[in-house]
């Protein structure tokens, strides 16, 4: 089982896991870009079983790193110190805040796990996190067996990788549904049916700080995923 969990990157959907990950008994090593004196605020705030360091240090400390970060971003990961590692990679390609895409993705012929994975190639990626809000992330979780347990999407190549991570979603309160390879990722990119608005009782994006979510079982995201289309 996984005990501790590196973050790179302690934004929203950071912090959300991290306080999902604490609640569930595990420690969290949390880092951004700016160092970790800047992240005193929510070390404290989470407990002892948070610890702030560099990208690098909560890297080599996880047992699984989550990689949440803006996707224009991605290749300030540090590729060494994430070799041999499970990297869960939280992040989509949002034109207006990444700038032009690369072309693979622009062509639709990569996906951002793709490209992710090409300058982690050490490292074995799984997709995930990656079509919710952090608040509905924090609020829809629920122990095993709740009958309003609601299900996130999962994507990865290595098998045993992707276990993991459905192992860890499982302590988080979360189900599961595996979709593939991280090729097949695209199906939980922005503005596929499965992101974000799913788990939304609302359809106001602006009002999505205050939308208190709704479940959303494993077989509805099963479906959501088959409509997909590129």
Not at 96 to 113: F, H, I, K, M, W
Not at 212 to 227: F, K, M, N, Q, R
């Given at each position: 089982?996984?005990?501790?969990?590196?973050?790179?990157?302690?934004?929203?959907?950071?912090?959300?896991?991290?306080?999902?990950?604490?609640?569930?008994?595990?420690?969290?090593?949390?880092?951004?870009s700016r160092g970790?004196?800047?992240?005193?605020?929510?070390?404290?705030?989470?407990?002892?079983?948070?610890?702030?360091?560099?990208?690098?240090?909560?890297?080599?400390?996880?047992?699984?790193?989550?990689?949440?970060?803006?996707?224009?971003?991605?290749?300030?990961?540090?590729?060494?110190?994430?070799?041999?590692?499970?990297?869960?990679?939280?992040?989509?390609?949002?034109?207006?805040?990444?700038?032009?895409?690369?072309?693979?993705?622009?062509?639709?012929?990569?996906?951002?796990?793709?490209?992710?994975?090409?300058?982690?190639?050490?490292?074995?990626?799984?997709?995930?996190?990656?079509?919710?809000?952090?608040?509905?992330?924090?609020?829809?979780?629920?122990?095993?067996?709740?009958?309003?347990?609601?299900?996130?999407?999962?994507?990865?190549?290595?098998?045993?990788?992707?276990?993991?991570?459905?192992?860890?979603?499982?302590?988080?309160?979360?189900?599961?549904?595996?979709?593939?390879?991280?090729?097949?990722?695209?199906?939980?990119?922005?503005?596929?049916?499965?992101?974000?608005?799913?788990?939304?009782?609302?359809?106001?994006?602006?009002?999505?700080?205050?939308?208190p979510g709704t479940?959303?079982?494993?077989?509805?995201?099963?479906?959501?995923?088959?409509?997909?289309?590129?």
């Amino acid at each position: 089982m996984t005990r501790t969990l590196g973050l790179i990157g302690s934004g929203n959907i950071g912090s959300a896991v991290a306080r999902l990950a604490i609640a569930a008994g595990m420690e969290v090593v949390l880092s951004n870009s700016r160092g970790p004196e800047t992240l005193a605020p929510l070390v404290a705030e989470l407990g002892p079983e948070a610890r702030a360091a560099s990208p690098a240090e909560a890297a080599t400390a996880g047992d699984l790193v989550v990689a949440t970060i803006p996707f224009h971003a991605h290749r300030s990961l540090p590729a060494d110190a994430l070799a041999g590692r499970i990297v869960l990679d939280t992040m989509n390609y949002d034109r207006g805040r990444d700038g032009e895409a690369p072309a693979g993705l622009d062509a639709g012929t990569l996906t951002t796990s793709e490209l992710v994975q090409q300058h982690v190639s050490g490292s074995r990626v799984v997709k995930v996190f990656s079509t919710i809000y952090a608040g509905h992330l924090l609020d829809l979780a629920r122990p095993a067996g709740a009958p309003d347990r609601s299900a996130l999407p999962v994507a990865g190549d290595d098998a045993a990788a992707v276990q993991e991570v459905v192992e860890l979603l499982d302590v988080l309160g979360w189900d599961s549904v595996r979709e593939g390879t991280i090729a097949d990722s695209w199906r939980m990119a922005l503005g596929q049916p499965v992101f974000v608005s799913r788990y939304m009782v609302g359809s106001d994006f602006t009002a999505l700080a205050t939308d208190p979510g709704t479940p959303v079982p494993a077989d509805t995201i099963a479906a959501l995923l088959a409509a997909a289309t590129r």
